[in-house]
Each structure stands twice: as C-alpha cells, then as structure tokens.
C-alpha cells in the first residue's frame, strides 16, 4: 500500500486560503487519492476524493499533477470551524475499501 | 438515510476485564464494516474489517477480535482488557463491493483501561 507524507502542522488565519501538499511517492496505477477531515472526539469525515488533475466540491479542491506523486489539498477562504486534523489517503482501487490512516496534519486557524 | 451507532459513548474498565463494544449500520444493505483504534494524538489505526457476515480479516495481531453475527451488526471484543488497549474506538461503513467508496464514520467509544 501506498504510504503518504503530509507536514505535522499548519497555522492559518480566518479567511486565507490553506494549501495542504502530501506526497505518495509509491502510488500504484489503480489508486485513487482521499482527503479527509477530523475534529476532537469525532470520526473522520469524508471531504475530497480524485484521481487525477483537479476536483473540486463545495468544500475544497483537490489538485494531483501528471505523475501522481503528490497532491493538494486548498480550502478556501478558511474560518475558526475548519481547525482540525486532516488525513490525505491512498485508497487502492479495486480493494475492499481498508484504509491507511497516517497522523495527518493539524490545522490551526486563528482570527 | 444511512446512520451508523455505536455504544456505549465511553467506557472505564479494569486490566483484566472483558470488552465488548457494538456498531450497527441502518438505511444500507451488505455494507463492508470497519473497527479502528485511535491513541490519544495519534492517527488511526485499522484493526479489523469486513466484507459480509462471518467475514473478518485482522490488520493488527493483537488481544482484540471481532465478529459479525448480522449484516449491519459489527462486535468487537477482548477477554482480557490490556492498558495498551485505551483509546478512540470507531467504527466505520462503506458501501460494499471491489471499488473504491468513501467511509462514514461513527460516534466512537472512548475506552480507558485503568
């Protein structure tokens, strides 16, 4: 399975845009790229999925370039309610659905 | 609609205890189901899942297992609690079948063995 980096932490403002980039060197040719979002207590929640070049839906954008190799996710104009964890995945095409979760990365928007 | 439960919402037990935590699906038919275990700042971590009832495949060796007597009825368990085993249990679905689906996520239960 495909493994992902993404940074530890980011800090943002209250109406910036925030770029997430994660990379998944090893991605296999089936593999699809998920984002998803976690606040304290809660469990994860679905917030992007794509394959390849760019997604977009009412909550954010997913950019993968040609090789694949990494992705990003923009979450526009961000609020003090998008402060979270937010986990980028490999999802094997063709497979039961079971997940590798990493530590994600730890949003902090400040006013 | 789809809703996933599962109980109880927290849970202390002893070292040593048995555990038995629940997670039913509605609204959804032959989902494939998901346990997995989160340690305080730590990401999660898959510990079972399965594609139809009687059907479990274990990610981590470990004193925990799970079973699925029902359709939309997923158990995990242990005969003998560990301190290690404290943590964020969620369960989550998706829909079944060789293709890649989104998962929804249940309430969790959050575990500390003392």
């Known amino acids: 399975l495909a493994k992902t980096t993404q940074p530890i932490s980011m800090d943002s403002y209250e109406g910036q845009e925030v770029n997430i980039t994660c990379s998944h060197n090893n991605i296999a040719t089936n593999d699809y790229i998920t984002w998803y979002q976690q606040f304290p207590s809660q469990g994860p929640r679905f917030i992007i999925q794509?394959?390849?070049t760019k997604v977009t839906n009412e909550v954010a954008s997913l950019f993968i370039p040609a090789d694949r190799k990494s992705s990003t996710l923009s979450l526009p104009r961000v609020s003090l309610s998008d402060t979270a964890v937010y986990y980028c995945?490999?999802?094997?095409?063709?497979?039961?659905?079971?997940?590798?979760f990493g530590k994600g990365t730890k949003l902090s928007v400040k006013p | 609609s789809q809703t996933i439960h599962q109980w109880p919402a927290t849970l202390v037990q002893p070292v040593g205890s048995p555990l038995s935590l629940e997670c039913t699906v509605e609204?959804?038919?032959?989902?494939?189901l998901y346990w997995y275990r989160q340690a305080a700042g730590r990401g999660l971590q898959l510990l079972f899942y399965?594609?139809?009832?009687?059907?479990i495949s274990s990610e981590v060796p470990q004193n925990l297992s799970a079973s699925r007597p029902q359709d939309r009825q997923f158990i995990l368990s242990s005969k003998k609690l560990l301190l290690s085993d404290s943590g964020f249990y969620l369960c989550?679905?998706?829909?079944?079948?060789?293709?890649?689906?989104?998962?929804?996520f249940g309430p969790g239960t959050r575990l500390t063995v003392t």
């Open positions: 794509g394959y390849k």
């Open positions: 399965s594609v139809g009832i009687g059907q």
């Open positions: 989550a679905w998706s829909r079944g079948g060789p293709s890649s689906y989104e998962q929804y």
């Open positions: 609204g959804t038919s032959n989902p494939n």
């Open positions: 995945l490999v999802e094997v095409g063709g497979s039961q659905g079971n997940l590798i």
